[in-house]
């Protein structure tokens, strides 16, 4: 793993009138990600991050990677060092309760080996923290976080304030602030984006009348790569394949009953996880701690503002239904790297006005699009009006005996309906080849 670096004065480039191309605030996935989609550009980058690396590493989530995403990884040449320690899943199965009719996804529909991955956080983090090692042109400045930044016409001045380490590996205490000029700021650093609210950029949304409960179970019988999305009244239910015996649970229920469950004591959650799971992979057990969060919907009226550009979940969050803000935030970061590369290359001033619009035309539509998907579905699939019930039971049925139907509901939720990266058709067309 890198070793963490103190934030320090970066040498100046007086002639050119900034310090570096791009300041990336946020080290997590998103922000890392744009950091190694930009190796080799020329551009000469600072990733900012308040937390140290190691503790980054160190959450517990895991994802479901849709097909796109692991071409990107593989485009930018980190996935080969992620794919071993994550799992593919081969049949997604979705399905409305107890209704028997039940949608069966195969690799054959996309014609590829998997339909996505369930990938760790820390795996993720670890690769690219790693990959970063190869880039002489990124710099950490970490544990520091921006406390300002200052649109200074052709640059933009960020300042930092460094943060007290308490890991002791990698101990610091320096306090203080420096300033770093750059070309342009990109906010990676969350829903709650302080970038996004200094930069007076509003949002829309909601919060949802659910919560989600996560946890993890290892299972006696193997859950043979398969995926499951059941929709219970109370909401989706999920169920993804993690390597040896295990499965990573997504368990979404209104607030009061959400709550209640995860106060259950072990024996009494497991029987009623049961209950919802099924008996398909026998006598379940519990490996991790429960955990839980509310969902939201949120869309950021803009993307982007003078020398400044939001990706992953600083633009955007939706329902957790279908896996999707990981990935969204992935082609967010393969869109503006592309973006940035190419006008680089062009000589042209990647902060500017009429660079950043490209990245908002690109990504806010194809964003909406799956914001509404998700909230659709989540909102169709809770509601147990009669009408509702029998429409969405038709279109079920209408998906698993129409193939152009499913197929085509497949590639939206695979991301594939889209704009494609150059690095995931990069990683294709090598594929392809072969």
Known sequence: MLQEQLVRPPIASPSLGY?????????????????????????????????????????????????????????????????????????????????PHVVEFQPSDLQSQALGHVAEHRVLLQALQDFLQKCPDVEWLCPAQVIASH????????????????????PTDITGAESIRVRLLVGADGARSPIRERAGISTHGWDYWQSCIVV??????????????????????????????????????????????????DQTFLAELTRRFGSQMGQLRLTSQRFIFSPRLMQ??????????????????CHPV??????????????????LRTAHQQQQDIGSAQVLRRYQRWRSPENWATLGFTDILDRVFSNQSLPVVV????GLRAMQTIPPLK????????????????LARKSADAKAKV
């Open 19 to 99: 310090d570096y191309d791009i300041a990336i605030a946020g080290g997590g996935i998103v922000g890392l990600t744009l950091a190694c989609a930009l190796k080799g550009s020329g551009l000469k980058i600072a990733l900012i991050e308040p937390q140290p690396q190691s503790q980054a590493a160190a959450k517990g989530q895991a994802y479901a990677l849709h097909l796109i995403s692991s071409q990107i990884l593989a485009g930018i040449g980190v996935w080969s060092a992620i794919a071993p320690w994550v799992e593919p899943f081969k049949q997604v199965r979705m399905s409305d309760g107890d209704y």
């Open 391 to 394: 429409a969405r039971r038709l």
């Open 407 to 422: 197929v085509l509901s497949l590639k939206f939720m695979a991301g594939l309906l889209g704009r494609t990266p150059e």
């Open 216 to 265: 993890t179970v290892a299972t006696e019988k193997p859950h043979d790569n398969i995926a499951y999305e059941k929709f219970w009244s109370s909401g989706p239910f999920a169920i993804l394949p993690l390597p040896g015996h295990h499965c990573r649970i997504v368990w979404t229920a209104p607030h009061a009953e959400a709550e209640a469950i995860a106060a259950l004591d």
């Open 322 to 339: 279908g896996g999707q803000g990981l990935n969204l935030g992935i082609r967010d970061a393969a869109a503006l790297a592309e973006i």
């Open 151 to 170: 649109d200074q016409g052709d640059r933009v001045e960020v300042q930092l304030a460094a943060i007290e380490a308490s890991d002791p590996v990698n």
């Open 300 to 317: 950021s009226r803009r993307y982007i503002a003078d020398r400044l550009a939001l990706i992953g979940d600083a633009a955007h969050v």
